[in-house]
């Protein structure tokens, strides 16, 4: 591929080579991934970037437990 005229085959090639020991490992571990945490910390994010600087440290700290699923609600029981 590193001889390919086409840029984006010429690309592809070039992640595949330096990701060739990674691809088996996804096998090897049981297909274990991290994509569970990913998808908590992008919504994290998300709404860190929304909050735009919650003065209340635990309010903000309630706003992503309930965001990541580890709240119901945010008024206490």
């Known amino acids: 591929m590193p001889t390919c005229p086409i840029p984006e085959i010429k690309r592809l090639?070039?992640?595949?080579?330096?990701w060739r020991q990674a691809f088996p490992a996804y096998f090897e571990t049981g297909r274990a991934n991290?994509?569970?945490t990913e998808a908590i910390n992008g919504l994290i994010e998300?709404?860190?970037?929304?909050?735009r600087g919650f003065?209340?440290?635990?309010?903000?700290?309630?706003?992503?437990?309930?965001?990541?699923?580890?709240?119901?609600?945010?008024?206490?029981?």
């Open 13 to 18: 090639g070039k992640t595949l080579k330096q």
């Open 34 to 36: 991290n994509g569970g």
């Open 46 to 51: 998300l709404h860190r970037r929304i909050a």
């Open 55 to 77: 003065r209340n440290r635990d309010n903000y700290h309630l706003r992503m437990l309930l965001i990541g699923g580890g709240l119901d609600t945010l008024s206490p029981t």
